[in-house]
């Protein structure tokens, strides 16, 4: 079945420091790939997305490549701020047709504290 | 406009209780989905509904259950509550199957 992987946290930055979080994934046929954010005691934000390979997904200073040859979707900011200490979950859809209907898939999550 | 609505916010059961959880979707939005998040992981898939119907089902027991009304607001029941079942749940809203998701900031349930 389709899965996600993500690098092992918690990562700890200072502000101004760059960032990745790398994210590889297992699916059949042509996934859409998700980067979602969840601040303490709060849901999902989508951060940013892309659903076909070579695709760059962009929001708030951050950006994802999907890289179908790799089957990865890294996620980097060049400057990180406090403001951006979260958990970040990369996650894939199945695309809705046939037997799939657009399921998300998580990773476990990787913890982001950046220090002033 | 509004986001996606979950209610209650917090709720603490006991075992072998029952709960029903409720969301709101996105005005508009067709497709709800119910996730569930244990503390320290990523959310896991439990149910797809669209147009009342439902379309998935991920690998939950019998336990849990739903359903989608005509206004498209959605009900997850969860019976003989176990204390496994201490999690966050999280409701996702879409126009569409497939299309992206709006999540709810979950109702998050402690079984004691």
């Known amino acids: 079945g389709d899965s996600v992987t993500q690098m092992e946290g918690p990562v700890t930055l200072s502000e101004e420091a760059f960032l990745t979080i790398n994210c590889t994934y297992t699916?059949?046929?042509?996934?859409?790939l998700f980067w979602y954010v969840q601040y303490p005691g709060e849901g999902l934000q989508l951060l940013l997305k892309?659903?076909?390979?070579?695709d760059k997904g962009s929001n708030k200073g951050f950006e994802a490549t999907y890289r179908k040859e790799t089957t990865s979707f890294h996620l980097e900011k060049g400057s990180v701020q406090v403001s951006d200490s979260a958990v970040y979950f990369c996650?894939?859809?199945?695309?809705?047709?046939?037997?799939?209907?657009?399921?998300?898939?998580f990773g476990q999550g990787t913890i982001l504290t950046v220090h002033p | 406009d509004a986001g996606v609505t979950q209610s209650p916010t917090h709720l603490i059961k006991t075992r072998g209780q029952h709960v029903t959880l409720r969301c709101s979707p996105i005005?508009?939005?067709?497709?709800v989905s119910w996730y569930q998040q244990v503390l320290g992981q990523g959310p896991q898939f439990i149910f797809q509904?669209?147009?009342?119907?439902?379309?998935g089902r991920g690998n939950f027991p019998d336990r849990f259950s739903a359903r989608q009304f005509p206004n498209y607001s959605s009900e997850l029941n969860v019976n003989a509550l176990l204390l496994g079942d201490s999690a966050l749940y999280l409701c996702?809203?879409?126009?569409?199957?497939?299309?992206?998701?709006?999540f709810g900031s979950g109702t998050r349930l402690t079984v004691v």
């Open positions: 005005s508009g939005h067709k497709s």
């Open positions: 996650a894939l859809s199945d695309q809705a047709g046939g037997t799939s209907y657009g399921k998300l898939t």
């Open positions: 892309a659903t076909k390979a070579d």
């Open positions: 699916a059949t046929g042509y996934p859409s």
């Open positions: 996702a809203s879409s126009l569409a199957t497939g299309y992206g998701y709006t």
């Open positions: 509904y669209y147009e009342k119907e439902e379309r």
